[in-house]
């Protein structure tokens, strides 16, 4: 690739992965709206904000099985399912053969089990993710806010380059 078009195919990627979001896209933003628009793509907040979600799924989880007085475990596997048949005629100089031929398809096949829980575990770890997502929230607002503070005396330029 020569360089030109090596440049502007790194420009290209850039502006894609950046939502075609442009450095006239920042200027056109108040010093605010550009932090926060940087700010919530900064790799740290993302996650431990993915963190702060899975612990919210494992309480969520945890207090549907407390509520049932059971969990459900779900095992999944793919099985070809018959969806019919083909006939597929061949000529063959003067003669013909056909032959059939099964179609099928692949689909997805659960069964779910339901399986005693310990009631008291699941109360500890409920309490135990809480207070995790409790700390992550602190970070998730020490980390967003160090980031803001950064970015809000920035100019469009650099901002955008952080984006």
């Given at each position: 690739m020569k360089p030109s078009v090596k440049r502007i195919a790194l420009f290209m990627a850039a502006l894609t992965l950046a939502g075609c979001t442009t450095v006239d896209?920042?200027?056109?933003?108040s010093a605010q709206d550009r932090a926060a628009r940087v700010c919530d793509r900064d790799p740290t907040v993302r996650s431990l904000r993915a963190s702060r979600q899975?612990?919210?799924?494992?309480?969520q989880s945890a207090q549907?099985?407390?509520?049932?007085?059971?969990r459900i475990h779900r095992q999944?596997?793919?099985v070809e399912v018959p969806t019919g048949k083909q006939s597929i005629c061949e000529k063959h100089g003067d003669q013909t053969v056909?032959?059939?031929?099964s179609n099928t398809r692949r689909e997805e096949r659960c069964?779910?089990?339901p399986v005693a829980i310990q009631a008291d575990n699941e109360r500890r770890n409920v309490?135990?993710?809480?207070a995790a997502v409790a700390g992550l929230d602190s970070q998730i607002r020490g980390t967003y806010d160090l980031c803001y503070d950064r970015v809000f005396h920035m100019t469009p330029?650099?901002?955008?380059?952080?984006?």
């Open positions: 896209d920042f200027r056109k933003m899975s612990y919210v799924v494992g309480i549907e099985a407390l509520g049932r007085g059971y999944c596997q793919m056909c032959r059939e031929v069964t779910e089990t309490a135990e993710w809480s330029e650099q901002a955008f380059k952080l984006y």
